[in-house]
């Protein structure tokens, strides 16, 4: 029914190494974020973090060093819909970038999920 070529898209968008990546960062972490070094709206995200939830272990992946860099932020995009960095999970929740980070500290949600 399907061709070879569909077949092998399918195998390996569904078990990529960046897929399981990502998959077992969110899963295994409160707090997820998925960065660049050099970005510094991902500055601002983690600086939040660190700040307001010290006792919450972060996740970062600093994208921009991690030579399968390119694909997790591909999936990222494929998963999200979103395709900049910082792109921040909460309990495997996707919460979006800088911005909505932000909002999320100022509106109380954040705390919510993180329950401090
Ligand atoms: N409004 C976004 C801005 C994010 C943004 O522009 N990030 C830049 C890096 S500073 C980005 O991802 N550029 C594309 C890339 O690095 O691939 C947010 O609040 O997160």
């Known amino acids: 029914m399907f061709s070879p070529a569909y077949r092998m898209f399918t195998v390996s968008a569904t078990s990529s190494p960046s897929m399981k990546?990502?998959?077992?960062a969110i899963s295994q972490?409160?707090?997820t974020v998925f960065s660049k070094t050099t970005c510094p709206f991902c500055t601002a995200t983690?600086?939040?973090f660190?700040?307001?939830f010290p006792d919450v272990p972060v996740k970062i992946l600093e994208l921009d060093l991690l030579e399968e860099g390119p694909a997790i932020q591909s999936y990222l995009a494929q998963k999200t819909g979103q395709r900049t960095v910082p792109n921040v999970f909460v309990n495997s929740q996707h919460i979006g970038g800088n911005d909505t980070t932000q909002a999320a500290y100022h509106n109380g949600k954040?705390?919510?999920?993180?329950k401090t």
Request: aromatic letters at 0%; proline letters at 0%.
């Open 50 to 52: 660190s700040d307001k």
């Open 21 to 24: 990546l990502v998959e077992s």
């Open 110 to 114: 954040l705390s919510t999920m993180l």
């Open 46 to 48: 983690k600086r939040l």
């Open 29 to 31: 972490n409160q707090i």
